[in-house]
């Protein structure tokens, strides 16, 4: 069975406003902006499955059996740390 890696790095563009009130509540709270983030998003998802009926979309894996040889069984930070050596 192939493994694929559990976490993606991306950026995306907030509303000032909508950023520095999530910031002020993670600080409130002890919390990190990724977890509020991560909070947010899955509550969306969830929302949204119960009014369309299931998931919204399947994630298919693009080609290929999953990690190389070289990152079986390395964690999130090794395979991050491969995809953005050298990009400052």
């Known amino acids: 069975m192939a493994k694929w ?5 991306t950026t995306i563009e907030l509303p000032d406003d909508l950023l520095k009130r999530t910031r002020a509540l993670a600080r409130r709270e002890g919390a990190t902006l990724k977890a509020l983030i991560e909070e947010g998003l ?3 998802l969830r929302a949204r499955e119960r009014r ?3 998931t919204p979309f399947r994630v298919e894996p693009f080609k290929g059996d999953g990690y190389t040889a070289e ?8 395979i991050r740390d491969e995809i953005y050596r050298g990009r400052g």
């Open 5 to 9: 890696a559990t976490h993606m790095k």
């Open 42 to 44: 899955q509550l969306a």
């Open 52 to 54: 369309s009926g299931g």
């Open 71 to 78: 990152f079986e069984g390395a964690g999130w930070e090794r």
